[in-house]
């Protein structure tokens, strides 16, 4: 069967095009889709959407699908992206074979907020600054606990009530420091990194700002 595939940002300059006809066999799964294009490894945090709908990687695919593959703003253990957050390829960034703990934090959105029902949230960012924010953030941390590795990924645009909208995640030798840095960390992304949400309610919205 055949089907359409787009490629964004980095990755379309990775390969050389932007979109591709590509012939698969009956009943391949979106998974099935970037080993077929031959480009070596696949990204951390590679998003799948089929027909305009974001796709799980074991979705099957049927002739003549549209299958975009959207990458993070920008790649690395510090990165923001326009698709869910991926808490998988926020933990393989910071395994490490001298840690005895790795720590985690997962951000999600409520559906009550300062005694208002809450339908969705939106995150905007100035996406030019907020990643060197987080690695400052990192670093910092660092020299505060015995660490090996420490990640962060925000998601940008509509967030679902229930979906997650930041992970962090933090490794080291013991799971006192992990944990510690991983509070620490997301205390210090929600006051410093230049990111923004409004809150979506049934009867209006608000912009609320930093540190919310």
Request: charged share 25%; proline share 3%; hydrophobic share 45%.
């Amino acid at each position: 069967m055949q089907i359409t595939v787009r490629l964004f940002a980095g990755l379309r300059e990775q390969a050389g095009f932007g979109r591709r006809e590509l012939d698969l066999d009956e009943g391949a799964v979106v998974g099935d889709v970037w080993p077929a294009l031959g480009l070596g490894d696949e990204p951390s945090g590679l998003l799948y959407a089929v027909n305009k709908k974001y796709a799980e990687r074991r979705q099957t695919l049927a002739g003549g699908d549209d299958v975009a593959l959207i990458p993070p703003v920008s790649g690395g253990a510090f990165r923001l992206t326009h698709g869910p957050v991926n808490l998988t390829s926020v933990v393989v960034e910071v395994v490490d074979e001298q840690a005895g703990a790795i720590a985690t934090f997962l951000g999600t959105v409520r559906a009550q907020s300062r005694g208002r029902d809450v339908i969705a949230l939106e995150y905007e960012a100035y996406e030019e600054m907020a990643e060197d924010v987080m690695a400052e953030i990192a670093e910092e941390v660092r020299s505060r606990y015995d660490l090996c590795k420490v990640a962060m990924a925000h998601r940008l645009g509509r967030v679902e009530v229930g979906e997650t909208s930041v992970a962090i995640g933090v490794s080291a030798p013991h799971r006192q420091d992990a944990l510690g840095a991983c509070a620490d960390a997301i205390e210090a992304l929600k006051a410093r990194v230049p990111l923004w949400k409004k809150e979506l309610y049934a009867d209006g919205e608000e912009w609320i700002g930093r540190g919310s």
